[in-house]
């Protein structure tokens, strides 16, 4: 089976776990893990942060971020698609008592004009604009990157207005390699960073919110409260660290991948590439009327050895990862052209 649902499918190489099964531990909750201090140490210095928190999801370090940064009642203004708003039940409503401002992006990428009209002045009768966020690279988007002049422009408007900054860097190191901009240069202007080492990274679980030592204590706080004190967490903290160490340049051979598949769909008759072509792991496509629709795709795909999931009635979506090979590319995108074929 080729599984092209999501990069969260890896599992662990074995020098992976011996990483792990050989990490130092202690209690992160009661004191400290030295190796989740050394995970969060080498995080923030590759994001240009003063300190960084190790946290068991994306989800977690994401709405713990939007918590820190805003007072109950608060609007962040966010892309209409990104994960914050569209894949975390309104966790932000739900626990820290939030407003989410959305604006539909084009392939989840916002235009300075965009966000210049909708930050509110104080006013008695409004809620308070406080946060700003952004996802690079862009889930719903198929993957795509900010470019780093667009980043700073859009950071620019939201801190002259008073407003925070945070990005969902989720996928930041796939922007880091498609673009050849560093990660730290992508943060300069936020307050705050979440990255996930259990996407492209490879590692079973967990992630990163970076910032200020003043903003990671009171992230620490929140961490907490919402039950994401974890006590050997060493043993986790050592694979995020493998992954750092070995599998950030190789994302280039997912996008490799990508770009293969893009190919072979840009070839059918009934299935048609959604946006431009893929700049990182993900590739999202439609599926004609007259052929079907995306849930059929992914039954008929899944009989002849294909995993995807569809996002939405006509799209489907593809991700590639450090688990499937050149040759598994080649395979679904024969599995592709024979759906193509199926009437
Ligand atoms: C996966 C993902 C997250 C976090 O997801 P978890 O499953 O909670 O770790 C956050 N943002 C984006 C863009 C993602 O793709």
Redo the contacts with the bound molecule.
Sequence with gaps: MIDLRSD?VTKPCSRMLDAMMSARVGDDVIDIDPTVVALQERTAELLGKEAAIFMP????T?QIALRCHCLPGDEFICEAQ???YQ??QGGFAQLSGLVARTIEGVSGLLAPHQIEGVIRKEDDHSVRSRLFCL?NT??RGGGSVYPLSLVNELCGIAKAQGLATHL?G??LFNAQVATGVSAKQYCEHFDSI?V?F??GLGAPVG?CLAGSADFVRKARRARKLFGGGMRQAGFLAAAALYALENNVERLAEDHAHAKILAAGIAKTDHFQLVGTEPETNIVIFSVSADWGNAARFSELAMAKGLRCFPISAKNVRLVTHLDVSKADIERAVAIIRELDKTA
Excluded: I, L
Excluded at 57 to 60: L, R, V
């Design positions: 969260t999801s994306g989800t977690m994401n990104c994960h914050v894949y975390e996802e862009h889930n969902d989720a996928r979440s996930c259990s996407k992630s």
